[in-house]
């Protein structure tokens, strides 16, 4: 945990008693010297967070091999190298004495090697962030004293093998994120020692096995993102010391349980974007830790319990896009809930804070005896009322069919009812000029105020525009499933035969492009190193954390918003691309803003994850330098990158953006520094070929780690 680099020497293994050697967190570069494999006495070895590669001249990991001579090795640690090259074979070498195996984030490729199964003493196996390949080996039937396996966010796929169900010591298994696809073996509930379990993000497609309920200790169990289906069974109710339980996004049917209300230690439970039917089940009110709830996107009827005030320690509550109905409870934790947890339901009413009608308590009692002749009344409307609809909905069929023809877009998930063009042409005075934010390819944004006072941003798509209905429905495709607090959202939208408008959430600050750009606003390296790590949250949950990767395409300072606290947020999906599942590229016809583009997106149409990092890199240099990459300065030859490398070989100084840097004030070489790794960073964003580019899951790392180096050195908390 220094600043030390260069080469490890070989003569390093002159020290021949050594029995711990940790040079992790620091910079070292070069490859493992063999030397290291002649420490007879070395117990614990640490080479993680530094910069070591593997030998070029091949494609396995040969330092390993030499390693497997140190036979009292206990815990081997090399994570966090950008090492590449596949596990040998001779892995299954090591001696019965090695415990800890940790390699994650190395980029790792190829298969787990059978041989991995050689390593009888192996406590913990953490391989996650790497890119393996193939099938988990059943030889992981020998690993009979592993605790923990972390094989998290690789390409593995195939089945969960049966021998895995052997390990009777596991207490953790994260395999989520990987194209593991098949059922979750039924022997799973026989693992009674599992206390974490990690299946998100993969492709299994049964019903949860009945023993996976049996394992009453287990604390941590997420299985989102999967196809899993059927109901939720009673047994439910038996995961008794269970503080985390994520079944979201999946296809799981019929009610929840009431023996929900067992769970007794929960503090997390998301059942969201299911099938789910029924009520809420008022036992909810005997999980009395509850802090985080999420059944939103569900089939959910009735009304919300009262009893949920009981929740005292309920902080976060997400019912929204269900079929509720009835009053909103207004005591307890919810009187801290804001109408985004309740938005799109039936016919819920309460508070006005909520945005929902308020309730009707005083509704008339009729005298009673009238009660018969009203009976007799209602029958005869009921006759009439079923003649009606049945004659309305033969039309009403006919009618759609025929919009159908000219209306296919999808609607985005909203927070409002849909808005009428008369009142958002009131709300933006006319669409008056002096309300225009901004114009984009195919829409003009206005600035709005909606009859309940809220402010709101509305983007009106120019329908004569070839392009500008496709645009719409990309924006409702796309934003009508994202949440996230880095990216901009819908409240409401308007659609006719020839308007369509979305109503988004108002940005006080405006782009990040009018603050860099402005003689009157300013951002100085703090504000401007928070913004940037904004757009890469959003990037990197665009790419990584949704079911599918969705892919940008035109990421740039204008479409960067900031909101009252400068918080950054991507916006304007209108040529953006979601991936089909196991798909990495697509082709597309349409370019984005010259400057920005990956060359393999300019000469080829190619999109793909690495060519938004791409187009992130470029907005790095451009945020720190003030320099668009069509700068007149930029006419020949010479490009925004060439000139970043460029200066990063010279003088830094004289690319930053002037008003960031005076030789007078403190802290100036801290913040030379930071700057630095800001522009490296940049640098390995927009390599030429795509799988050389850093993903934007570790260059947001980078960044998190830059941040913390700015605050220590420059004394900011």
Known sequence: MNNLSGFIPDTISNASKLIELDISGNSFTGFFPKSLGNFEFLEFLNLGDNRFISLPSTSELTFLTFLTNCRRLKELVISENPLGGRLPASIGNFSSSLEIFIAYRCKIQGIIPKEIGNLSSLAMLSLFDNEFTGKIPKTVIGLKKLQQLFLRHNKIMGFIPY?????????????????????????VGNMTSLRYLYLAFNRLNSSLPVGIWSLGDILEFIASSNMFNGPLPPELGNLKAATLIDLSMNNFSGEIPTTIGGLESLTDLSLAYNSLEGPIPDSLRAVLSLEYLDISNNHLTNEIPMSLEALSYLRNLNVSFNELSGEIPNGGPFVNF??????????????????????????????????VLHIALYIILGFAS?????????????????????????????????ISYY?????????????????????????????????????????????AFRSFDRECEVLRSLRHRNLTKVISYCTNSDFRALVLEYMPKGSLEKWMYSHNYFLDILQRLNIVIDVACALDYLHNCYPVPV??????????????????????????????????????????????????????????????????????????????????????????????????????????????????????????????????????????LPDLRISMKDALTVLKKIKHQFLTSCGRS
Not at 394 to 399: E, N, P, Y
Not at 584 to 612: C, M, N, Q, W
């Open 163 to 187: 021998e895995i169900c052997s390990l009777e010591n596991l207490g953790a298994l994260d395999l989520s994120q990987n194209q593991i696809f098949g059922a979750l073996p039924s022997c």
């Open 338 to 371: 804001t109408y985004q947890s309740f938005m799109s339901n039936k016919a819920l009413c309460g508070d006005s804070r909520f945005q929902v009608p308020k309730c009707n308590h005083n509704s008339p009692k009729k005298p009673k005896k009238k009660r």
């Open 386 to 418: 079923i003649t009606i609809t049945l004659v309305g909905l033969v039309l009403l069929r006919s009618k759609r069919k025929r919009q159908e023809a000219h209306q296919t877009h999808v609607l985005p998930s909203i927070s409002h009812e849909r």
């Open 423 to 467: 009142e958002l042409q009131k709300a933006t005075d006319g669409f008056s000029e002096s309300n225009m934010l901004g114009t984009g390819g195919f829409s003009s944004v206005y600035k709005g105020t909606l009859r309940d006072g809220t402010l709101v941003a509305v983007k009106v798509f120019n329908m004569q525009l070839e392009g």
């Open 551 to 688: 892919v940008h395409c035109d990421l740039k300072p204008s479409n960067v918003l900031l909101d009252e606290e400068v918080v950054g947020h991507v916006s304007d999906f209108g040529i953006s691309k979601i991936l089909e599942v196991g798909e990495s590229i697509a082709r597309t016809k349409t370019f984005a803003t010259v400057g920005y583009i990956a060359p393999e997106y300019g000469l080829e149409g190619l999109v793909s994850t690495r060519s938004d990092t791409y187009s992130y890199g470029i907005l790095l240099m451009e945020t720190f330098t003030r320099t668009k990459p069509s700068d007149d300065m930029f006419a020949g030859e010479l490009s925004l990158k060439d000139w970043v490398k460029d200066s990063l070989q010279s003088d830094i100084t004289r690319l930053i953006d002037p008003n960031l840097l005076t030789y007078e004030e403190e802290n100036f070489d801290e913040k030379v520094q930071c700057l630095l790794l800001i522009m490296e960073l940049a640098l390995k964003c927009t390599e030429e």
